[in-house]
């Protein structure tokens, strides 16, 4: 398929990294994604559907993260995991990042756009 993908997604992601908690179950400790990243996930999900035909082969992604402060951190690995199966099968499939912070108190959000890598 050799089409480019745009999306524009509402809200602020949690930084994977930094979005892990420690529970315990039972008495073995686990790590688990932060209230902050489940949520994201969620809201994120509600604001994208499956494309009928998800993208195949190497691809490039440009996202511009807009965040309502400069103190998180540039992290899109979330939203590329929150990817696949959507958009494309595996986040493996990236070959090309091009990842830039900016601000909008107003209005946090990701602009992402997928285009397949030309041999």
Do not use: C, W
């Not at 070959?95 to 830039?100: F, G, M, Q, S, T």
């Amino acid at each position: 398929m050799n089409r480019e993908i745009f999306l524009r997604i509402l809200g602020e992601p949690a930084s994977k990294a930094n979005s892990r908690r420690l529970i315990m179950r039972g008495r073995k400790p686990m790590m688990i994604k932060s209230e902050k990243a489940l949520n994201y996930a969620d809201y994120f999900r509600s604001q994208i559907q499956e494309l009928d035909e998800l993208l195949d082969g190497d691809l490039a992604i440009h996202i511009t993260i807009y965040y309502a402060s400069r103190r998180p951190d540039l992290d899109e690995s979330l939203i590329l995991d929150l990817l696949q199966g959507k958009v494309y099968l595996n986040d493996r499939q990236i070959k090309e990042k091009h990842i830039y912070h900016r601000l909008d108190k107003e209005n946090p959000r990701s602009e992402i756009r997928i285009h397949p890598i030309q041999a």
